[in-house]
């Protein structure tokens, strides 16, 4: 039982934050995630001349997606993600403006890649779950594929639409050591 004082049970639960579906999820973090500048017009890294698209060059490898903050590195499997996706159904959701412009502010991408998937339509998908960053705790949404398409899209106007994973989605998605170490073998 939670302890609590004579009065407070209704507070309590008024106060319980349900995240058990995409849409929910994605309501929290729509309300919830910093306001960030407008990435319509914000380039991404320039490409190295006399280089290939090194995106176009390693799309046939599982891309790892890895974040780190001070304490804390996770590493995502987009292979894993698509694995999940398929064997768990799942619905793709148009993504708000204002959640696209956040999850577009988090990432980097290669500004060379966004025209090579102007016509590419396939929906992104999105990580959330939780994450230490130094002394506070807090609720993480990342685009972990389709962030050249999002900008694209977002460029161009046009809705995007992604696979919205759970927090256990998520986690079933990270990635061993020794899975890290053979995936940097490529
Ligand atoms: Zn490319």
Redesign the pocket.
Known sequence: MLRLLPGEYAAGMADYIDLTTDEKLLAWYEENSQPVPDQTYIPGVPPVPGRP?K??TFRDHDQVYGGSVPGTVAFLSKQKAETIVKKNEKKTHVISEKLLNFLIWQNEF?E??VP??TDVHTPGMIACGGIKKGEDHVLFCYLIDGTHRAVAAMREGRPFEAYVLSFKETAECSMTQSELQRTARF
């Open positions: 698209c995106k176009c290669d060379e890649h090579h998937v």
